[in-house]
């Protein structure tokens, strides 16, 4: 492998071409340098608190809210405030850093895009840089895309808000290391990003707006802060130019909103309910809990018990503190049947209705053709207001540790078991493959959704827990069960494309992460090493 030193501290494993060029230039990588130098050996003891929490969960504790946090929990004080080009944020949709994508996103009719470097991209070193590029040339509104039949993609005048999605703290990005270890993918997508784009934004009214994944306490927040705030005393900016949303994705954190507001006061704008990652969090955290075991995922769904709890308290929390609540996403993508294309915009519709009534400030598509469907869902309920600020919920009953926490009902069912198989196995394929955004069967699929089909069959196996059948979960009912849907997948996709892609790949990694003993964390940390 070429190792290439650019400077004393970070060696990169990859020869710098043209693009990298642009991109990893001396002063860019300078300011890498600094931030991974000062603030990865904090990042590593975050990573282990999170396994010694974990340890802790498994041995039969429960999360909780923290009583030692009271004062300020008790006390009143507000976020630092919200930019203006941020005030409406009722629909924003979400897609990887590519580059066609990029554009026919910032061309929605939606007021807001989340630019994805996490769990909708596949993080190849090729896709990392030219996602820097895109959003280089998206924010100087210099971007197009010529696709191969000669149709020319470009910005129309006025597009969405942009607003970039770092990876998580436990994503490593392995084609740069520090000390011989790779450093975080966290550190690199938030230095090159800022540093190639904030005085730009800055000069058109906007700024460095950032969306933070998979955060599990409040110490994580108080990290980013400390990273927020260097970044501002180093290029001389005032505190609060760089803003940030933090998804409420993961069970410790829901115990935790009003202390992680408070950690990123000065930066935060909101939090955000990314209820497909809860979902997985939820199994995960309490993978060793027979009584908390989940249904099919087909059956938890917004409204049942935990899930409606943590949406409301999220909302009540914000509020009061003057932060937006953002709601989840709708992950369903158009039909060309209309039939069921009504079905969907339905769906996606009651949905959505339940959100804004809830007194949430705005929410997440997948597909630029849900937007007027969504769009028109909150403007009947937030008329002219630019969002929900107002809504307070102060006569809502107190929500408990034990909502949070209670299983919901539903089946555990043969054919939910086979979706599971089938959509894990096409995603996780699709991502070794270098894409991290997949249609599977009418859902715009991410990392979430696999997570959540493999751990709920894993904690089926470690429970023995039974299906609807009669038939108890096995690891060889599990294996028989793959080896058929290999079958369904190969017979849908067709031969032509099942022998081309790396679906022996796929199954050979999803047998793994799902019959170990010990559950791995996140399948793209092992997926990771396919990736190319």
């Known amino acids: 492998m070429t190792q290439q030193v650019i400077s004393t501290d970070l060696t990169f494993q990859r020869p710098s071409g043209p693009k990298e060029r642009q991109i990893l230039t001396d002063t860019a990588v300078e300011f890498l340098t600094e931030l991974v130098t000062r603030f990865t050996p904090r990042r590593n003891e975050l990573l282990n608190a999170r396994k010694q929490q974990q340890q802790r969960y498994d041995a039969g504790e429960l999360p909780g809210f923290i009583s030692e946090t009271n004062s300020i929990k008790q006390s009143d004080w507000k976020i630092r405030g919200i930019p203006a080009d941020l005030l409406n944020r009722r629909v924003e949709i979400t897609g990887p850093v590519e580059r066609k994508m990029v554009i026919n996103a910032l061309n929605a009719n939606v007021n807001v895009f989340m630019a994805d470097f996490e769990d909708s991209l596949a993080p190849s ?41 770092v990876r998580g703290l436990h994503l490593p990005e392995k084609h740069v290391t520090w000390r011989g270890d790779a450093i975080p993918g966290s550190l690199f997508d938030f230095a090159l990003y800022f540093f190639h784009n904030v005085d730009a ?3 058109k009214g906007s ?11 409040w110490q994580e927040a108080a990290w980013w802060s400390e ?37 990123l006061r000065d930066h935060i704008v909101g939090l955000n309910c990314g209820r497909w990652d809860y979902i997985f969090s939820y199994i995960k955290t309490l993978k060793n809990h027979p009584d908390r075991v989940l249904p099919d995922r087909q059956s938890v769904t917004m409204e049942k018990g935990f899930l409606d709890a943590y949406s409301r308290l999220l909302i009540r929390t914000c509020h009061r503190r003057g932060a937006f609540a953002m709601g989840g996403m709708a992950a369903f993508i158009p039909s060309k049947d209309q039939e069921r294309n009504q079905w969907v915009l339905n769906r996606v519709k ?25 769009t028109a869902v909150f403007d009947r309920v937030l008329g002219d207001k630019p969002n929900q600020l107002d809504v307070l919920r102060d006569d809502d009953a107190a929500i408990t540790a034990e909502q949070l926490l209670a299983p919901c009902d539903g089946e555990r069912t043969e054919a ?53 059948s009669g038939e108890q979960v096995t690891e060889a009912l599990f294996r028989q069960m793959l080896a ?18 790396r679906f022996c790949e796929a199954a050979e990694l999803m047998e793994r992460i799902t019959t170990e003993p010990e559950l791995v964390e996140f399948l793209t940390l092992p997926g990771y090493s396919l990736l190319h």
């Not at 260097?230 to 115990?255: Q, Y």
């Not at 009651?350 to 469907?373: C, M, V, Y």
């Not at 849907?485 to 892609?501: C, H, N, P």
């Open 227 to 263: 990273v927020f705030s260097f970044a501002e005393d180093r290029f001389d900016l005032p505190r609060g130019t760089i803003k940030a949303t933090l998804l409420i994705e993961t069970l410790p954190a829901v115990f935790q909103m009003d202390e992680i507001l408070f950690s």
């Open 201 to 203: 934004l800055l000069a």
């Open 350 to 374: 009651t949905d959505k209705e339940r959100e804004a009534t809830n007194g949430h400030d705005g929410t997440w598509i997948a597909h630029p053709g849900l937007a007027d469907t969504v």
């Open 125 to 165: 070193w090729d896709k990392v840089i030219e996602g820097q590029i895109n959003l280089r040339d998206a924010v100087t509104g210099t971007i197009s895309y010529c696709n191969e039949a000669g149709k020319i993609y470009q910005l129309k005048p006025d597009p969405a808000v942009l607003v970039c999605r």
């Open 416 to 468: 939910g078991m086979r979706a599971n198989i089938r959509v894990a196995v096409q995603y996780i394929e699709a991502w070794i493959s270098g894409n991290g955004c997949v249609p599977v069967y009418g859902l715009m699929e991410d990392a979430a959704t696999a997570e959540i089909s493999r751990t709920s069959i894993w904690q089926w196996i470690r429970h023995g827990k039974t299906l609807q």
């Open 484 to 501: 058929e849907e290999m079958l369904v997948i190969q017979q849908e996709l067709g031969d032509q494309r099942f022998s081309q892609g």
């Open 207 to 217: 700024g460095p707006y950032f969306y933070l994944p998979k955060t599990q306490s």
